[in-house]
């Protein structure tokens, strides 16, 4: 059962183009949603993350766009890099009975071609 | 060096051994979790620990043994290793009482079922 659910699987993007990745999810208990970048031999990295009170949040070239009554949310990178060319995972926290539990998308590997 | 370490970071073995993969981290994290990760399937998580001497299972924890005596090490057995457990291992940790939500990934183990 894939409770967050991930798309595209691979994106190519021209440098500077504006990659968009999109991410879906049923369950409302959801608290809290970080987007993780991963390169190759290495282990996934905390990116940004948004929590469903907030509709935008921007951290440099990185923005999440939230929409808490259609359940998605998604990662948008501004100009960008061929040094941005890696896996993103988005995720969803949940607390239950006082533990956190992180699920994860699928993946979408970008690549930013120059 | 303060951080989360995962050894060994290679490991070949074969169907029916037993095989321990280890985690250890230096911030004293309350929380620690295993992940696998394959293709098409993103993270998914095999078993958290909340504290030492408290864990309990994730997503896909069938095949798999952990313990925690000691809130620094986090080790994950594959108590009789079959072809369908070769993956990519992630150990993370985190620690709630920060606000700080995310979670630090280790560089993975990469395990060969042959």
């Known amino acids: 059962q894939q409770q967050v659910k991930q798309s595209p699987q691979s994106l190519i993007v021209q440098k500077g183009g504006i990659p968009i990745i999109n991410c879906a999810y049923e369950n409302t208990a959801f608290d809290y949603f970080p987007w993780y970048q991963q390169f190759p031999g290495k282990g996934p990295a905390l990116l940004i993350a948004?929590?469903?009170?907030?509709s935008e949040k921007k951290e440099g070239r990185f923005t999440i766009s939230f929409n808490k009554s259609a359940k998605q949310f998604s990662l948008h990178i501004m100009d960008s890099q061929p040094g941005d060319s890696a896996t993103y995972f988005c995720?969803?926290?949940?607390?239950?009975?006082?533990?956190?539990?992180?699920?994860f998308g699928t993946g979408t590997r970008l690549t930013i071609i120059p | 060096d303060a951080g989360i370490t995962q050894s060994p970071r290679y490991k070949i073995t074969e169907t029916g051994r037993q095989v321990t993969l280890m985690c250890h981290q230096t911030?004293?994290?309350?929380?620690m979790f295993w992940y696998r990760q394959d293709l098409g399937h993103g993270l998914r998580l095999i078993y958290y620990?909340?504290?030492?001497?408290?864990?309990d299972k994730g997503e896909v924890p069938d095949g798999y043994v952990v313990s925690r005596s000691k809130t620094e090490n986090f080790p994950l057995t594959l108590e009789s290793a079959t072809r369908s457990q070769t993956s990519v291992y992630f150990c993370a940790s985190s620690d709630r009482g920060t606000g700080n939500y995310g979670y630090t990934f280790g560089s993975g183990t990469r395990l060969t079922v042959v």
């Open positions: 620990s909340a504290a030492a001497d408290i864990t």
């Open positions: 948004i929590r469903p009170d907030v």
């Open positions: 995720a969803a926290r949940v607390l239950s009975f006082g533990n956190e539990k992180l699920t």
């Open positions: 911030w004293s994290h309350s929380y």
